[in-house]
């Protein structure tokens, strides 16, 4: 315990007064500390200009220069002498060097009134050189190299030379690949630049997968796509190998797919691709809307104006109901439309759709609307970037002229028009205001590609072996787009040459004409003669609606049938097959001919949905020495199941041929066997002759029924199997065999009683088999292991096995 007595507090009260007394005298002290220090002091003399970080040089002097003249460093520096230089300014020229990329060093000082502007230079290159390549060769890389021999080294430059280098191996799906340039020093300031490549692994894409899709399987759906995903076969092809920009073209495809088969609300909602947990391989995913299919309702014109007649356009309309919807059916009755609009003059008229939607029928009503467009004038129409290819060649593809009623949607569809001639690879319409508010100016800017090509093949049929072939064609010839042929085919038994050229736009419209010119030399061991044909056709063909063509034709031709030496020991035996006919010698056939074609498919190569009708007639007698009338047609209608993934086809075809004032030749009328039906032999199925000949027949009908499906390989493989059915027949013969009119004797050693013995009524023959197509890189490969179920023995030749090649290399 503390305690504090008057006398202490005396003391306590002593000892504050003191401590307040030093610290009055520590504050004095202190400011007059301060005070002294702020006072001015003395200092050395120093001019305004150095005061102000201001130089001035009588001279800028350079030093290292080997190659380069100290005017160009001077002038690169860009300091002036006689006059003052700021600090910064001197910190800008040495920038400026560096920046130049012409030297490794740079080191600026003062020195009394001059500047000293020490450089050293970077060196010339000597060579350039790749290594560590062999997926890509030299001559493609280097081309991705901006750097060049004898030109100074930039290292910039090199990075940016690498790193192109890696943007090719990229696209070629080796996303880990690596380039470090390097440099090998010489003499005399040369280096040789060395871009080290590692090349790495391909990214395949390990799988493409879709979700959504309800319609059309997994397996349909990859075959639109140009990606595919990695499989045992993979090194055979480079779709599976994952690039970015690829995805956007398999969007459109998709999109078309389905847009063409009446999904109207489909969506792309996300495509997705990530890397495997091993970073091999990309797992693509499309996640679709599908939405229901559409048909198309009811199709109607319509039109407020007075002065147009919506009568002249129904014929237009050969859209059916019930058919699936498709906007490019509508797109090319809207083009009809417009076409009419400017043929009947209505000056501004345009067509526009509209369309109402059946969501319990799933239907589709569209009313077309004539409607006044805008006045406006085309004033000219432009063309840039054909080198080849003569400006009216594209122009003809616009169905309007400088002067006319400016029309969008038909600038739209003359694009289309002008890609779908194949002779560009690239093709922008575009428009821009012209000299007046009501006039505008069209600009069509393409980028040719080559149209021309020249193919070898082989062919192969058990019966008839191997054959050549080799053809030169020219879409685009003289850039006159005219197509031109020549094609030659040696085999064992046939020899062919073939001369064609066609003007597909004759007269520039829609109208083709052509002229094929042909020899043909048969040595079938089918027939007990040798045939020599000559001859030419020409054509003109035509659209008579949207889907369908009709083709008229003329026929001049001069067979020589000869006999062959050696084959036959009777000269009391006529090579004549048939009495009536006299084969040997020149025959000279003058005919007309018609085909109309009806395409209602999906797609022209690979149809899935729809059906294609085809009929013809050729009529002899036009002059020449015979004289018949020989009609035939087609029906193939096609249908997918499970999802797309069977193709079930059914084909009818069916002809027939009359004589007209005389017997038929044999020359002259129908066969069949071999592709056209399968499970019998080229010519296997009919009458024939004393000597074994086929003697064919005036009438022939076959139905085919095929389902097509995957066999669970790889799409890329192309192949795939089929099961089909054939059924028809071949029958129909005026006359009697030419040994039975000699009296010949009927022995077992004569079969002379062969022709007696078969009808010439309808006889059924058919088989069944199994079928794979293969779309190999040397063409399509079909094997056919057939099994004949009902035939005329004796008579009609049957094979069990048959393989077709058809080759482009």
């Known amino acids: 315990m503390v305690g504090f007595g008057f006398g202490n507090f005396a003391a306590f009260s002593s000892f504050r007064k003191k401590?307040?007394?030093?610290?009055?005298?520590?504050?004095?002290?202190?400011?007059?500390?301060?005070?002294?220090?702020?006072?001015?002091?003395?200092?050395?003399?120093?001019?305004?200009?150095?005061?102000?970080?201001?130089?001035?040089?009588?001279?800028?002097?350079?030093?290292?220069?080997?190659?380069?003249?100290?005017?160009?460093?001077?002038?690169?520096?860009?300091?002036?002498?006689?006059?003052?230089?700021?600090?910064?300014?001197?910190?800008?020229?040495?920038?400026?060097?560096?920046?130049?990329?012409?030297?490794?060093?740079?080191?600026?000082?003062?020195?009394?009134?001059?500047?000293?502007?020490?450089?050293?230079?970077?060196?010339?290159?000597?060579?350039?050189?790749?290594?560590?390549?062999?997926?890509?060769?030299?001559?493609?890389?280097?081309?991705?190299?901006?750097?060049?021999?004898?030109?100074?080294?930039?290292?910039?430059?090199?990075?940016?030379?690498?790193?192109?280098?890696?943007?090719?191996?990229?696209?070629?799906?080796?996303?880990?690949?690596?380039?470090?340039?390097?440099?090998?020093?010489?003499?005399?300031?040369?280096?040789?630049?060395?871009?080290?490549?590692?090349?790495?692994?391909?990214?395949?894409?390990?799988?493409?997968?879709?979700?959504?899709?309800?319609?059309?399987?997994?397996?349909?759906?990859?075959?639109?796509?140009?990606?595919?995903?990695?499989?045992?076969?993979?090194?055979?092809?480079?779709?599976?190998?994952?690039?970015?920009?690829?995805?956007?073209?398999?969007?459109?495809?998709?999109?078309?797919?389905?847009?063409?088969?009446?999904?109207?609300?489909?969506?792309?909602?996300?495509?997705?691709s990530e890397l495997t947990r091993e970073r091999d391989g990309f797992l693509v995913t499309f996640r679709l809307r599908e939405g229901a299919q559409f048909f198309f309702g009811e199709i109607t014109i319509s039109s407020e104006l007075p002065e147009v007649n919506v009568d002249a356009f129904a014929d237009l309309v050969d859209i059916s109901h019930g058919e699936i919807f498709d906007e490019e059916l509508l797109e090319e009755l809207l083009d009809d439309i417009n076409l009419r609009t400017n043929e009947l003059g209505y000056t501004f008229v345009q067509s526009a759709h509209s369309i109402r939607r059946n969501n319990e029928s799933q239907t589709v009503d569209v009313n077309v609307e004539l409607v006044r467009g805008p006045r406006q004038f085309i004033e000219r129409i432009e063309i840039s970037g054909n080198s080849t290819t003569l400006d009216h060649v594209i122009r003809r593809e616009f169905r309007v002229v400088e002067g006319d009623p400016f029309n969008r949607r038909e600038i739209l569809r003359a694009q289309d028009r002008i890609r779908a001639l194949g002779y560009f690879s690239n093709v922008t319409v575009e428009t821009r205001p012209g000299s007046a508010p009501d006039q505008a100016i069209v600009e069509v800017t393409v980028e040719e590609r080559p149209t021309g090509s020249l193919t070898f093949g082989v062919a192969y049929a058990t019966d008839e072996g191997v054959a050549g072939n080799i053809a030169l064609r020219e879409a685009n010839f003289a850039g006159r787009g005219q197509k031109v042929g020549v094609s030659l085919s040696v085999g064992k038994s046939d020899n062919t040459f073939a001369f064609s050229f066609e003007e597909p736009r004759f007269l520039d419209r829609d109208l083709a004409v052509g002229i094929s010119v042909y020899h043909e030399r048969n040595t079938s061991d089918s027939f007990t003669y040798n045939s020599r044909e000559i001859g030419m056709r020409p054509r003109v063909s035509f659209p008579v609606s949207t889907s369908a063509r009709l083709e008229l034709s003329y026929v001049l031709n001069q067979a020589r049938l000869e006999r062959r030496t050696g084959d036959d020991t009777n000269n009391n035996v006529s090579i004549s097959p048939l009495v009536g006919e006299s084969p040997e010698g020149k025959t000279l056939t003058s005919a007309i001919g018609a085909r109309y074609v009806l395409n209602k498919t999906d797609s022209f190569f690979q149809p899935s949905e729809g059906y294609r009708f085809s009929i013809g007639q050729t009529l002899a007698g036009l002059g020449g020495d015979v004289r018949y009338s020989k009609t035939s047609g087609n029906f193939t209608a096609y249908s997918s199941l499970l999802k797309g993934d069977v193709i079930l086809s059914s084909e009818l075809e069916a002809g027939f041929f009359v004589p007209i004032g005389a017997n038929s030749r044999v020359s002259d009328r129908f066969f069949l066997g071999g592709d056209s039906f399968r499970g019998f032999q080229t010519f296997g199925i009919g009458p024939r002759d004393e000597n074994n000949s086929p003697l064919g027949g005036k009438y022939f009908a076959i139905a085919r029924l095929e389902g097509t499906f995957p066999l669970g390989l790889p799409d890329e493989v192309g192949l795939t199997g089929g099961i089909f059915i054939d059924a028809g027949s071949l029958w129909g013969l005026d006359v009697t065999s030419a040994k039975e009119n000699s009296n010949c004797v009927d022995t077992q050693a004569d079969p002379c009683t062969r022709v007696q013995a078969q009808s010439p009524d309808f006889e059924l023959r058919s088989s069944t088999g199994f079928a794979l197509y293969w779309n190999t890189a040397i063409g399509p490969l079909a094997f056919n292991f057939s099994r004949p179920l009902k035939y005329i023995k004796g008579v009609d030749r049957t094979e069990r096995f048959r393989l077709t090649i058809g080759t482009r290399f």
């Open 19 to 272: 401590d307040r007394n030093l610290a009055r005298g520590l504050i004095l002290l202190l400011i007059v500390l301060f005070a002294w220090i702020a006072s001015p002091q003395p200092r050395e003399f120093v001019s305004p200009a150095l005061a102000q970080g201001v130089l001035v040089f009588d001279r800028v002097e350079v030093v290292g220069n080997q190659r380069m003249t100290a005017d160009t460093v001077r002038s690169i520096a860009g300091i002036p002498t006689g006059v003052g230089v700021r600090l910064w300014e001197i910190n800008d020229a040495v920038q400026r060097l560096h920046q130049s990329d012409l030297f490794e060093n740079v080191a600026v000082r003062p020195e009394g009134n001059r500047l000293i502007i020490e450089v050293d230079e970077r060196p010339t290159i000597n060579q350039i050189a790749i290594e560590g390549n062999e997926i890509l060769n030299d001559e493609v890389l280097l081309s991705l190299v901006t750097s060049e021999p004898r030109q100074t080294f930039s290292p910039a430059r090199a990075e940016s030379d690498a790193q192109n280098i890696v943007d090719a191996y990229m696209a070629a799906g080796r996303l880990s690949a690596e380039v470090t340039p390097r440099i090998i020093r010489r003499t005399e300031n040369r280096v040789d630049l060395v871009f080290e490549v590692f090349e790495g692994g391909i990214v395949e894409i390990a799988r493409v997968g879709f979700v959504g899709n309800r319609s059309y399987s997994d397996r349909r759906l990859r075959r639109v796509l140009a990606t595919k995903q990695a499989n045992l076969l993979s090194w055979l092809f480079r779709s599976d190998t994952f690039i970015e920009e690829r995805l956007e073209s398999d969007r459109a495809l998709l999109e078309e797919f389905y847009l063409s088969r009446g999904f109207i609300d489909f969506e792309i909602l996300s495509v997705t």
